[in-house]
């Protein structure tokens, strides 16, 4: 079932996170946005100096609530499961992952002496130069690259497992691009592990969930509200305007609303879980930090917010994230 959702060129919501961008991070960072005329540096420089702080990911027990959709376990990180599940039993393994970021996720797979090579890549120069001196750090060897997928040559290169996390939703045309480009890179019976937003395009918000995020906003007290710089309070989510998506990052999103057809598509389903993000992706953004304390009435708040995004996710059939393990079809 699709659900569409309306679209906004420019909407209030901007001017008020524009607003706040320039408090935290001030004018210079805000106007460096307008001078990088190519979209690769606007890409690169989104990723170079993006961090993590008060997004709903940072959040234990989402992150928690995500393992036990996946694996049944809150303490099973993903890719412990894969490996248990689909890949124990083998050797010489060989893993690329796209999109790398700061290479969280092939240092998790890279424990496991079965793989016989990891590779990541990544537009952003720092979160790679930060992947290369952790993997040094843990001792591992993992080849990292600093380029453009596209630019890679892959010319006799297979591997076993390709993995997207919070990386597919970036490209454009996703079934053709893993018709022409994943799907050949794969030996047989390779593997295409997916932890993916796949959500409106642009993150042009349904009005459904819109409504559902600022019905649970205007019920949270202000203190849960507070951004970052414990002076503004957030009083209503919006659907970011189109013109601020692509002057921040214009590869947010560009197709993700057909990333789940596409998977399936191209590649054998063995297992795919969804995962919600419908609510808490926009109406925690900004203010997760209110609920890293461990005090009751936070932990309360917090069950009652994602007990919300569970039943949204049952009684509209909508889904914004999915975790799957796919596999190349036999010819």
């Not at 990180?77 to 690329?96: C, F, G, T």
């Not at 390779?190 to 019920?219: H, I, M, T």
């Not at 993700?256 to 925690?284: C, D, P, Q, R």
Request: neutral net charge; contains cysteine.
């Amino acid at each position: 079932m699709a659900f569409k959702a309306a679209v906004s060129y420019i909407s209030f919501g901007d001017f008020v996170d524009s607003y706040y961008k320039i408090q935290v991070k001030g004018m210079k960072f805000f106007l460096s946005k307008f001078f990088k005329i190519a979209a690769e540096n606007r890409v690169s420089s989104k990723w170079d100096t993006h961090v993590s702080v008060s997004d709903f990911w940072v959040i234990p027990e989402i992150k928690q609530s995500w393992n036990i959709k996946i694996s049944g376990d809150a303490n099973m990180i993903y890719e412990d499961y894969v490996y248990q599940k689909y890949l124990k039993a083998k050797s010489n393994l060989h893993l690329l992952s796209v999109g790398c970021g700061d290479g969280t996720h092939e240092r998790n797979f890279a424990k496991y002496t079965n793989f016989e090579h990891i590779a990541g890549v990544d537009v952003s120069p720092e979160t790679i130069k930060r992947a290369k001196k952790m993997a040094l750090e843990h001792g591992f060897e993992i080849d990292y690259f600093c380029d453009d997928f596209f630019r890679l040559d892959f010319s006799n290169k297979k591997f076993d497992v390709i993995l997207f996390n919070a990386s597919l939703h970036h490209f454009d045309r996703i079934d053709a691009f893993l018709h022409n480009h994943i799907a050949p890179l794969l030996n047989e019976n390779g593997l295409v592990v997916v932890f993916e937003y796949c959500g409106p395009n642009r993150l042009q918000w349904r009005k459904s969930q819109l409504d559902e995020a600022n019905r649970l906003l205007q019920k949270m007290p202000n203190v849960y509200k507070t951004r970052i710089d414990g002076k503004s309070i957030k009083r209503k989510v919006y659907r970011p305007g189109l013109l601020r998506m692509f002057l921040v990052d214009p590869s947010e999103a560009p197709d993700s609303e057909n990333l789940a057809a596409a998977l399936k598509n191209n590649f054998v389903v063995l297992e795919e879980k969804k995962l919600g993000w419908n609510i808490l992706h926009l109406l925690l953004k900004d203010i997760a930090h209110n609920f890293l304390n461990e005090e009751t009435k936070t932990k309360s708040l917090l069950s009652a917010l994602m007990t919300a995004e569970d039943d949204f996710v049952l009684s509209t059939q909508e889904n914004d994230a999915v975790f799957g393990v796919y596999q190349k079809r036999t010819t």
